[in-house]
Nanobody, 121 residues
Framework: QVQLVESGGGLVQAGGSLRLSCAAT????????MGWYRQAPGKQREEVAR???????SYTDAVKGRFTISIDNAKNTVYLQMNSLKPEDTAVYYC???????????????WGQGTQVTVSS
């Protein structure tokens, strides 16, 4: 059973930093890409950042220059370093991964349970 386990959320003052981690556990054969979404109260879930297995990165405009996504392929773990945080970054952050598990041939998108990030002004 494949699971994505997140950690690293919390409360921080504006201008501060947090680092989120998300590890894919279980019978993971390969990772096609991993990413982070967020959902603020009353808003739709939006993609924040994405990274492919060969390290190609993409970011939503609101976080460019402040957030950095990275991946440790040996650990099947994706990180999101968040700097210069703003109150509008407050949301539940979810990681996802396009993973091939066990004896499967095709990737399936898995989701983490979500971690709360709160930025106070």
């Amino acid at each position: 059973q494949v699971q994505l386990v997140e950690s690293g959320g919390g409360l921080v003052q504006a201008g501060g930093s947090l680092r989120l981690s998300c590890a894919a556990t279980g019978r993971v054969s390969s990772v096609n890409g991993m990413g982070w979404y967020r959902q603020a109260p009353g808003k739709q879930r939006e993609e924040v950042a994405r990274i492919t297995v060969i390290g190609i990165r993409s970011y939503t405009d609101a976080v460019k220059g402040r957030f950095t996504i990275s991946i440790d392929n040996a650990k099947n773990t994706v990180y999101l370093q968040m700097n210069s945080l703003k109150p509008e970054d407050t949301a539940v952050y979810y990681c996802n991964g396009d993973l091939i598990s066990g004896d499967s041939y095709y990737p399936v998108r898995y989701w983490g349970q979500g971690t709360q990030v709160t930025v106070s002004s």
